[in-house]
């Protein structure tokens, strides 16, 4: 009897089924379909990268031994990902992938085990002069205008971002700077907007970067005298993206080439697109001259999506995924996850995952059962705003007063409250904690510290503060 890759799927489908719940058997195996028998390879095609993904993750073994059983040792798995634009738009395209393009259909091979092949990032120092130097992007396709949901939360940052991306370098948006909390789509933004240009200018030279790697190779370029390199490196590049911006804080010497380079660019025509957590006006240990150039073009802020935008977005990640599920559910998971997109995905990936592996329908029971255990162990960032704030609230005092220069006692007991707090939750160094609290040194942050810490033993009502606080910022 001759064998199809009909045939060979089945009998693994079998093996399979009688090796995991049934559940997770629908969810994960019912949606595959075979396509096509190559000697010792089965191309299987999976609905979406998540599903291979989970797939690679969680079931890799019994692939492989359902595989070898009907092929033999030397059997092989690939994969055709088909994948949906985005919600609502029933046009498929085939997944782009690191070896093939989207206008035709090449499957992916994965082998036991898979790994890695993500790109490296190239050395940035370079000759100068060479002419068609290749550059790594450093973009990911999958953060592209099509799966960034529009919403009044986000619409004057996508609209400008799109703008820039039909005309980059073109448009008053020069810089444009998104900035927003954490998981609002600052970083998938500014990959959305790299990925459009490509597509419309592939002769320009797009680079994402983080500001935390700009920082490293800047570093390195002056251990090994290459500054000039380093700098003329980024001065060829079209359009540059910074991911966290608020990173340069306290750096000068990155600030001050930054500053060079983004000149350089700016003046020649070319775009500059950064983000950061927070508005120029907030951003603190920043060179003013670097601040007033982030104020030159757009700044542009996400918000915390509404309701609808948050539905939109759980139907896109489902869609986009290929699961289905009941309206209601959505409903209720877009209900109580107000915070960010982050977050909702992370809900609605492990609601899946949960009814999948514990074999359960998929009710408004268990909704609430994992989005209440989700929620309360999403720990809330804590920035050093928000603990002045807090200081200040407790003790009723304006935050002007908390960073004045008075030494009234019960003033100066806040501030030192506020950065003994502020060292204890985030990783800003004394430096940076002393400049945002008053414009102090570290050695004024670190006495601050060593004061609370001798108070806590000796006086009750101080120890009272500090539990009172602590307890405010932990809930």
């Known amino acids: 009897m001759t064998r199809t890759a009909q045939s060979v799927w089945e009998n693994c489908l ?34 979406s990268k998540f599903f291979y993904e989970w797939l690679e993750e969680h079931y890799v073994k019994l692939l492989k031994v359902a595989l070898t059983k009907e092929l033999g040792p030397s059997a ?14 029933n046009v498929p395209y085939t997944e782009q992938l690191p070896s093939s393009q989207r206008s035709s ?7 036991f085990p898979v790994t890695n092949k993500s790109a490296e990032l190239r050395n940035p120092f370079v000759i100068p002069g060479i002419r068609n130097l290749k550059i790594e992007s450093q973009l990911n396709p999958n953060y592209n ?53 490509k597509d419309k200018y592939p002769e ?36 540059l993206i910074i991911d966290d911006v608020q990173f340069l804080s306290g750096k000068s010497g990155t600030q001050d080439v930054f500053f060079h380079i983004f000149n350089h660019l700016h003046q020649n025509g070319k775009q500059v697109i950064l983000t950061s957590d927070k508005a120029p006006i907030d951003m603190q240990d920043i060179e003013q001259r670097l601040l007033s150039r982030f104020k030159w073009g757009l700044s542009a802020e996400l918000h915390q999506p509404d309701y609808e935008t948050r539905v939109s977005i759980l139907k896109n990640i489902l869609y986009r995924d290929g699961v289905d599920m009941p309206d209601e559910i959505i409903e209720y998971v877009a209900k109580n996850i107000k915070s960010n997109v982050r977050e909702l995905e992370g809900a609605i990936i492990s609601l899946i995952a949960q009814s999948s592996f514990n074999k359960r329908e998929i009710t408004v029971e268990l909704a609430k059962q994992i989005v209440e255990k989700f929620v309360k162990n999403v720990k809330r960032e804590i920035s050093i705003d928000y603990i002045q704030k807090v200081v200040s609230d407790y003790f009723q005092l304006d935050l002007d007063i ?14 030192q409250l506020a950065m003994f707090f502020a060292k204890k939750y985030t990783k800003n160094s004394l430096a940076n904690i002393g400049s945002q609290i008053g414009d102090r040194d570290h050695a004024t942050v670190l006495h601050a510290c060593k004061t609370v810490d001798n108070l806590v033993s000796t006086d009750k009502q101080f120890k009272k503060f500090v539990e009172d606080i602590n307890k405010k910022l932990s809930l």
Request: proline share 3%; glycine share 6%; hydrophobic share 40%.
């Open 14 to 47: 079998d093996f399979i089924k009688d090796n995991i719940q049934d559940q997770a058997f629908k969810t994960w195996f019912e949606p595959i379909k075979s396509v096509e028998l190559t000697d010792n390879a089965l191309y299987i095609q999976v609905p």
């Open 76 to 89: 092989k798995l690939l994969y055709k990902i088909k994948m949906e634009n985005t919600y609502g738009n």
């Open 105 to 111: 259909v090449k499957p992916q091979e994965v082998d």
């Open 145 to 197: 205008f099509d799966n960034f949901l529009e919403g009044d939360s986000n619409r004057l940052a996508r609209s400008a971002g799109m703008a820039v991306a039909n005309k980059p370098g073109g448009t008053s948006f020069n810089p444009l700077l998104i900035f927003g909390g954490v998981g609002l789509g600052k970083t998938h933004l500014a990959h959305a907007i790299g990925v459009e240009i």
């Open 204 to 239: 320009k030279t797009v680079l994402y970067i983080s500001a935390e790697i700009f920082t490293q190779q800047y570093i390195d370029s002056v251990k090994k005298n290459t500054r000039n390199d380093f700098i003329h490196f980024y001065q060829l590049i079209d359009v």
């Open 402 to 415: 908390l960073q004045s220069k008075t030494r009234k006692r019960h003033v100066v007991q806040a501030r």
